[in-house]
């Protein structure tokens, strides 16, 4: 198969994980992100690119954001919100991580494949991904032929964006609007 047939297989895949995403959680991690004072993101590897990512449009958005572990991330509190981006729910770091919070009496959510993982069942929100991770023992929804994770970054990534446009919509900002908070000691 030539570079040209793996993308367009990368699609099909996409498009069979974003046919088996469920709107609801997603819009309900939109109004969480709304409703909270600061939002703490955590990922790993790849997937903390991702979040990452996303804490970038979060900020262009004029919310306070947080990339935890960055040496200026401050103290979570009450009425803030830690999003966690982990395929299998199960990594050790972003499961302490949880369970911290929750002891601290924040509001967690999830993006990832298995929401009856580890952290699933501590968060307040989950959004299920119908993708594969290499990192779980339990079976996933979709096969594919990327490296194992790959499907989930790209979803959770276009989760993100999805969720961004909808966060645009609801506070009424264009492009040009969060263009102003773009970085410019470049």
């Not at 959680?25 to 690119?49: T, Y």
């Not at 299998?88 to 009856?116: N, Q, Y």
């Amino acid at each position: 198969m030539n570079v040209r047939g793996y993308a367009q297989e990368i699609r099909r895949e996409i498009d069979a994980a974003l046919n088996g995403l469920d709107p609801g959680p997603c819009d309900r991690l939109a109004e969480a992100i709304l409703r909270s004072k600061r939002i703490f993101l955590a990922g790993m590897g790849r997937s903390g690119l991702i979040m990452r990512s996303f804490a970038m449009r979060l900020m262009h958005l004029g919310l306070e954001v947080h990339v935890v572990g960055e040496t200026t991330t401050p103290a979570i509190a009450g009425g803030d919100l830690l999003l966690i981006g982990s395929g299998s729910g199960e990594t050790e770091s972003l499961l302490a991580m949880t369970r911290r919070a929750k002891a601290l009496g924040i509001d967690v959510a999830l993006v990832t494949v298995h929401p009856d993982s580890s952290i699933g069942a501590l968060a307040d929100l989950v959004v299920r991904v119908a993708a594969t991770t290499p990192k779980s023992s339990k079976p996933s929804a979709a096969a594919s032929i990327q490296p194992k994770g790959s499907l989930f970054e790209q979803i959770l990534f276009l989760i993100c964006e999805s969720v961004v446009l909808r966060l645009m919509e609801i506070r009424g900002i264009d492009a040009e609007g969060m263009f102003l908070r773009h970085a410019n000691l470049e």
